[in-house]
């Protein structure tokens, strides 16, 4: 690492200092170093190395707190653990907080204290980006978000050719009304797409085109702007996030529409529906909901109808955790499910206790640490092996991604579906 300039600490250190952050404080004075947390967290179970217990990378913040913002810290930084922010240091926190957490926030649930772990890693990369040491492939996937409007750079024509070639196949299947509506405006429904569909998986476009067919939807994409995910959420720039954030915004205005659906992605769903009201400093003055609350409510008014005997193999899920342990949707994705499949069961453990699939906090786009983030998700894979389930229902696409990838390593045979496809494929029309 190249030495830090005095511009680039100053920088990072001004994070602690200004303004004073109390819950920031507070969470940093809060950790006991009682190790639980060394069990919930994957990259410990799996490496056995201290270094990768959660509290550690609470240290790492705290002890630059402590050096800098504290008067023992300055006068006798050895009585206190007070740490100098310096190559060495830049350097480790660039490996423990970018390359070694999910921010899954399960070691959250389990600390005896409640110390809010992930708040702190995502500081400790605030200070990282305000030094310009975000790990270059993560950096590269903001920037194609900011200078294209999605995060794969996907130009506008290849985009629309594959809308169309779905479309044709919808209409000629259900006819001339199973449209995919591009940049019409007034219509209810403002949908997004994680841009991995039309890259790698566009059927479960269809699939939930199939699904507002059903339900007689007045919907709409824009070209402009569909991407539903926002890695500013992960790079630790609030203000690349908050561009981020009020271009999707400013397009659900443009096109009139009465409800932003947020599609099958955790940390988007986390970034639009809660964060950026805080990034904007305004309420949207629009309805936020994700496509799963959006399913459910087509389900139980009779919008849609399902055959749950079309879906007979054994199905299992695997909870995202933006979407479960840090968004309430526990039960809304269980009934979903239920009203589709027939034959269900339950990984162990689930729910809010549900082990991260090892793909989240911006890791399946550092190839950096590719290698490591396959070896944590091993947890993930004999979790699913042990189900004996022949399919893995989950409704986030980076999730998806990195469970197709884990099936692959660990040869667990299954299938890997989206919730809309899950639905989709029972549907009686």
């Not at 830090?4 to 969470?27: C, E, F, G, W, Y």
């Not at 350097?91 to 959250?108: I, K, N, P, Q």
Request: contains cysteine.
């Amino acid at each position: 690492m190249e030495k830090l300039t005095k511009q680039q600490i100053d920088n990072a250190i001004r994070l602690l200092k200004m303004p004073p952050d109390s819950k920031l404080v507070t969470h940093l004075n809060a950790c006991v170093h009682c190790g639980l947390c060394g069990e919930s967290c994957m990259y410990y179970k799996t490496m056995g190395d201290n270094r990768f217990l959660p509290a550690r990378k609470v240290e790492l913040v705290a002890s630059l707190y402590r050096k800098y913002c504290t008067l023992t810290g300055k006068i006798v930084p050895s009585l206190v653990n007070a740490r100098e922010l310096d190559e060495k240091m830049a350097e480790e926190m660039v490996d423990m907080l970018f390359g070694a957490c999910t921010m899954c926030g399960r070691c959250v649930k389990h600390c005896s204290i409640g110390v809010d772990i992930s708040y702190i890693v995502h500081v400790g990369r605030r200070m990282l980006a305000a030094m310009n040491l975000v790990p270059e492939t993560l950096q590269a996937t903001v920037n194609a978000a900011l200078e294209t409007g999605n995060n794969m750079a996907i130009p506008t024509e290849d985009f629309v050719d594959t809308i169309e070639w779905m479309e044709e196949e919808l209409i000629e299947e259900y006819g001339e009304d199973a449209r995919i509506p591009l940049n019409e405006t007034d219509k209810k429904v403002f949908y997004t797409l994680n841009p991995r569909e039309p890259k790698f998986f566009p059927l479960s476009i269809s699939a939930m085109a199939k699904i507002f067919f059903a339900a007689k939807e007045s919907w709409s994409i824009s070209t402009n702007m569909y991407d539903v995910t926002n890695y500013g959420i992960f790079n630790g720039n609030n203000s690349q996030a908050a561009q981020i954030a009020k271009r999707l915004h400013d397009e659900v205005l443009s096109k009139k529409s009465k409800v932003l659906v947020l599609g099958e992605c955790g940390h988007g769903t986390r970034a639009n529906r809660w964060e950026a009201p805080n990034y904007l400093q305004q309420p949207y003055n629009f309805e936020v909901t994700t496509v799963v609350e959006l399913i459910n409510d087509y389900i139980r008014s009779g919008r849609i109808k399902l055959d749950k005997s079309l879906n007979d193999e054994l199905v299992t899920i695997h909870d995202p955790c933006n979407l479960v342990r840090n968004g309430g949707l526990l039960s809304e994705i269980r009934f979903t499910v239920k009203n589709s499949v027939s034959n269900f069961i339950e990984m162990n453990p689930y729910g809010l206790d549900n082990f991260c699939c090892g793909g989240g906090g911006g890791q399946l786009a550092m190839s950096e640490y590719n290698e490591r983030r396959i070896k944590i998700g091993e947890i993930k894979a004999e979790q699913i092996r042990a189900t004996g389930a022949k399919i893995v229902a989950t409704p986030c696409h980076n999730c998806v991604d990195q469970l197709a990838q884990l099936n692959h390593t660990y040869k667990l045979g299954v299938k890997i579906k989206t919730l809309a496809e899950i639905v989709a494929d029972a549907i009686v029309l």
